[in-house]
């Protein structure tokens, strides 16, 4: 089972840039496709964007494509999320996940982190 920890969340204002950062354990990590997922209050979690193993394929929430940008770096076990132009509506908490394959849906991922909350403020 592969360790994720989250972090590069906070209180941001509009129009702002983030990066968050996921470090997962392990030492294939470069074997395991990579996803974003986010929650706001009252709402399901939805997909936000993945990388596969190698970082050769991605793929985004239509409505985020342009703003975010996701990438990884095997060689620090590391997935991030880059988040340009932030809106009040992109607060949620930020989730990262590992999965054997690319993939859209949250089954299947099979570990998750704790989360890191985003914050935009208006």
């Known amino acids: 089972q592969v360790q994720l920890v989250e972090s590069g969340g906070g209180l941001v204002q509009a129009g702002d840039s983030l990066r968050l950062s996921c470090a997962a354990s392990?030492?294939?990590?470069?074997?395991?496709?990579m996803g974003w997922f986010r929650q706001a209050p009252g709402k399901e979690r939805e997909f936000v964007a993945a990388?596969?193993?190698?970082?050769?394929?991605?793929d985004y929430a239509g409505a985020l494509k342009g703003r975010f940008t996701i990438s990884r770096d095997n060689a620090k076990n590391t997935v991030y999320l880059q988040m340009n132009s932030l809106k009040p509506e992109d607060t949620a908490v930020y989730y990262c996940?590992?999965?054997?394959?690319?993939?859209?849906?949250?089954?299947?991922?099979?570990?998750w982190g704790q989360g890191t909350q985003v914050t935009v403020s208006s």
């Open positions: 996940a590992s999965g054997p394959n690319l993939a859209t849906l949250g089954g299947d991922f099979g570990s």
């Open positions: 392990g030492r294939t990590f470069s074997s395991y496709a």
């Open positions: 990388i596969s193993g190698s970082g050769g394929n991605i």
